[in-house]
């Protein structure tokens, strides 16, 4: 398989972004330890990182596109006509009053990921903006947010992007995600209309339609009989299947298309008890549920992940753009290696402890990321290349503390 920045070449009409793409996903496959514009720029030879912060600032080409490519790129792979759309946010730590979304020292996203039997990768994102961005427009000015841009909840964010996903023909029948969505009636509505199937957590107070009249979740667990609980798996973790007890519950509603259901997850261990709005066009058996709602880990997966591996919240950018560049970059080189692990996973099944019949464990992002870097990404640099960049940095840092003394000594006279 190619490298992803061949996939998306065509997005840049001159020849300098061309090579500077290239430059970034290559170190963010890196096994760099930090990969931001400083190190990456180093890594790849340069002697600024000039080059790349005009990549992700200032450059003319659209995020929007190249994500429409990395969606393509994920499905020609991993397409699936089972597959589940799994929603879930992630939070960042970010220092500085001025990064794009932040509050209280963190900035949150909304991601999509598309998971099938073959793998999972993520294909899209939406920065989420808070009220108090979006009623500023000096900070909106700043961050270069664009007019367009309004308030929008999570559920609704997410809601955008499984509706585009779907727009685009995006084979799938499932959709998964936490109580923030699951809570959320109208995001459920929607679902239902485009008739994608959902498995959503909710919280105990989510209330549900009985012939009674709406029961809260946790009374109507109370209410099923020993003999209705299942010990199902929810898939196969790091440590091995994810055993449960499961229970499902009917919901009566006024509306005769699909079938709807509230689902209960019993810890066998603890106790604890999850639950699970579920809503199908077709009736389908307690253990298809059981296996969407285990699904929803691989957005997890997928975090920290392209965290790890790929720099997804190392960016150090400030501005809409640029944030939204780092980003997309980030998750086509996280869905360069999970769909090169998903190509080269045995076809036969795997035993018990997750090995194959050859006693190793399929290939993992991990071992793909140290073999590439191994045999196409490591570059040498001679003594003089380090020297020249240590003084750089030494010099930017020097302007950088000078002027945070001179802005405190200018606050506290």
């Not at 020292?105 to 990768?121: E, F, M, P």
């Not at 285990?294 to 965290?307: A, D, H, Y």
């Amino acid at each position: 398989m190619r490298v992803p920045d061949g996939r998306i070449s065509g997005r840049f009409g001159r020849v300098e972004p061309r090579c500077r793409v290239r430059q970034l996903v290559l170190g963010l496959l890196s096994d760099l330890p930090r990969k931001n514009c400083w190190t990456i720029a180093e890594h790849a030879g340069g002697a600024t990182p000039d080059g790349l912060q005009h990549l992700l600032g200032r450059a003319k080409w659209d995020a929007d596109q190249v994500r429409d490519d990395l969606r393509e790129f994920v499905l020609e792979h991993l397409a699936d006509d089972q597959a589940v759309l799994v929603i879930d946010e992630a939070g960042d730590l970010k220092k500085g009053t001025r990064t794009v979304g932040r509050i209280e020292n963190a900035q949150v996203a909304v991601y999509l990921t598309y998971t099938s039997r073959r793998g999972h990768a993520g294909i899209h994102r939406a920065l989420y903006l808070p009220a108090s961005w979006t009623r500023d427009a000096d900070r909106r000015e700043r961050a270069a947010v664009p007019d367009t841009v309004a308030f929008a909840t999570k559920p609704q964010l997410a809601q955008r992007m499984i509706e585009r996903a779907l727009d685009t023909a995006t084979p799938a029948a499932w959709a998964a995600g936490d109580e923030v969505y699951g809570d959320n009636p109208k995001l459920r509505t929607v679902l239902e209309a485009r008739g994608l199937g959902y498995v959503l957590a909710v919280s105990c107070t989510h209330r549900v339609p009985t012939p009674a009249g709406p029961q809260r979740a946790d009374h109507l667990a109370k209410r099923i009989p020993r003999r209705a609980w299942q010990k199902l798996s929810a898939g196969r973790g790091a440590k091995g299947h994810r055993w449960y007890d499961w229970a499902l519950v009917a919901i009566t509603t006024d509306d005769l298309t699909g079938h709807r259901h509230l689902m209960i997850r019993r810890n066998r261990s603890t106790g604890e008890l999850a639950y699970y709005h579920c809503y199908s066009p077709r009736p389908v058996p307690l253990s298809t549920l059981v296996k969407v709602a285990g699904s929803r880990w691989t957005v997890e997966e997928t975090f920290q992940s392209s965290k790890g591996l790929t720099g997804l919240d190392e960016h150090q950018v400030r501005g809409w753009d640029s944030w939204h560049r780092w980003v997309t970059l980030a998750l086509l080189a996280h869905a360069f290696l999970a769909v090169t692990a998903a190509l080269e996973r045995p076809e036969q099944a795997l035993a018990d402890d997750g090995t194959s019949p050859d006693g190793l464990i399929p290939l993992t992002c991990n071992e793909i990321q140290r073999l590439f870097t191994a045999l196409i990404v490591q570059p040498a640099r001679d003594t003089a290349h380090l020297l020249r960049w240590s003084t750089w940095r030494r010099r930017h840092q020097a302007r950088a503390r000078h002027s945070h003394y001179r802005r405190r000594a200018a606050l506290h006279p």
